[in-house]
């Protein structure tokens, strides 16, 4: 492994400056989903939900510190594909890259599909399809020049997003103690006034997890990206450090002064999202257009991030030789610009299928990437499990290290397995994890199919 380490430091540049690392790592868990997605959280389990987001935050926080600790002993851009190759098999490895590849070219189009229906509201003249498919030709086009292209992108992406859930606590912080001269709102009753503050009992509050857990996903991107800058260990201890606090203001925080300001079965969240929701209440002028601004910001954000960590794994997968050979090819910029361009017609693909069929097809597939982000927590914990106790057996010191091991690690396993199994049984999630698991069957039958290393049909 240490001579494939090697290989990609001379290969991929170190284009990405501390700054915008710094920024990517703040802001990877800041998407739409806490933008708007939140709502239906809030509307399942009532002002009970920061109980979820709570729960959540502590697994990811968990999963972070437990990928920390083997990102910082062998930093890559392979992250937990890599790591999962060398401490379960490569079996595992080729599994859970390809799976992570499949989520974020999925997830691709929709950020730009979301991105051109705003754009499209305003601009009526211009067909939603145009607007994706511009979208999606400037952000994928800056990653193909250099990694300093999307490090740019994403450095402002993030500073928006950031500024803006700022502004909305600080907002909402001056309303809760009365000091909001636009309404006459103040206090946190709402919190318990309609129906307590668990109204629809505990069981709402473990169904509230499962929504949340995928608002959360992405944090382990800082881990990929790293590998792009100078010092990518001290990035990845700085990222793992904080990432409690990035929890804690952006998640509990916003989320807490949203129901402690808007009853939480006001129809009025789910009909326009929570942010836009509370800023009409404290009668914000243009709540709309500003929450657009920040979403707009935030699906394109969440695209640029995709784009970028779908070919840079489809370029690990091909350095490890369990991908077509021509993806590992590196460009005088230093981007795997073979891997950019396939992961981009992949996302174009998505999109396409959805104007064609709307809600048919690609509604279906995007189905199969319901339960991945627990398979790829699932599988970072186990490795961190196998690998720390290798390291301990062979008396190799470790910079940062997972908390009570093996204690929480074996903990975070039982809970993964646990919410697998109750989506599993559970008729609201049965058929999303019925096809993640038939998709993540697929894949582990492919690379069964592998020969000394290299993928079968890279030979045909």
């Given amino acids: 492994m240490a001579s494939l380490h090697n290989n990609k430091q001379r290969s991929l540049q170190h284009g990405l400056t501390s700054r915008q690392v710094s920024m990517i790592s703040i802001a990877g868990i800041i998407g739409a989903g806490l933008f ?52 379960i098999g490569p079996w595992a490895g080729f599994t859970i890259g390809w799976l992570y590849w499949w989520f974020w070219v999925l997830i691709i189009p929709v950020e730009a599909i979301a991105g051109a229906d705003i754009l499209h509201a305003y601009f009526p003249g211009v067909p939603s399809w145009l607007f994706a498919f511009l979208i999606m030709v400037v952000l994928s086009g ?55 503050f668990m109204p629809n009992g505990f069981g709402t509050v473990l169904g509230g997890v499962l929504i949340t857990i995928f608002s959360f996903f992405g944090a382990e991107i ?12 001290d990035k990845i201890r700085r990222a793992t450090n904080l990432v409690v606090y990035r929890i804690a203001i952006f998640y509990l925080a916003s989320i807490f002064l949203v129901v402690s300001l808007v009853a939480w079965n006001d129809p009025g969240l789910k009909a326009v999202g929570s942010f836009q929701r509370v800023l009409e209440v404290l009668n914000v002028p243009g709540a709309k257009l500003l929450v657009d601004l920040v979403v707009l910001v935030a699906v394109t954000s969440c695209m640029n991030s995709g784009l970028y960590t779908a070919s840079r794994m489809l370029y690990s997968l ?42 048919k097809v690609f509604g279906f597939l995007l189905s199969t990437t319901g339960a991945i982000a627990l398979l790829v927590y699932l599988v970072i914990a186990v490795s961190q499990l196998r690998m720390r106790a290798r390291a301990e057996h062979e008396g190799r010191p470790l910079e940062l290290k997972m908390w009570l091991f093996p204690w929480l690690t074996w903990l975070v396993i039982g809970t993964i397995v646990m919410v697998l199994g109750y989506m599993l049984f559970s008729d609201a999630y049965r058929y999303e994890t019925l ?10 039958l492919v690379s069964l199919t592998q020969k000394g290393g290299k993928v079968v049909a890279q030979t045909a």
């Avoid at 096809?435 to 582990?444: D, K, N, P, R």
């Fill in 36 to 87: 708007i997605g939140s709502s239906n959280a809030i509307a399942t389990a009532g002002p009970a939900i920061l109980i979820s987001y709570a729960m959540t935050g502590l697994l990811v926080l968990l999963v972070m510190r437990m990928l920390g600790e083997m990102a910082i002993a062998n930093p890559n851009s392979g992250s937990f594909s890599t790591y999962a190759s060398e401490a």
């Fill in 142 to 196: 800056s990653n193909l020049v250099s990694v300093k292209n999307f490090g740019a992108f994403e450095y402002w992406f993030a500073l928006v997003k950031v500024v803006a859930i700022i502004a909305f606590i600080g907002v909402c912080s001056l309303a809760v103690f009365g000091f909001w001269p636009l309404a006459e709102v103040s206090g946190i009753s709402r919190l318990w006034d309609n129906g307590g």
């Fill in 222 to 233: 800082v881990t990929i990206a790293a590998d792009e800058t100078a010092n990518p260990k």
């Fill in 318 to 359: 091909g350095a490890r030789g369990q991908a077509l050979s021509m993806t590992k090819r590196i460009s005088g910029a230093g981007v795997p610009t073979v891997a950019v361009i396939l992961s981009t017609l992949a996302g174009f693909v998505g999109c396409f299928v959805n104007y064609v069929l709307p809600g």
């Fill in 435 to 444: 096809m993640t698991a038939g998709v993540t069957a697929f894949i582990l």
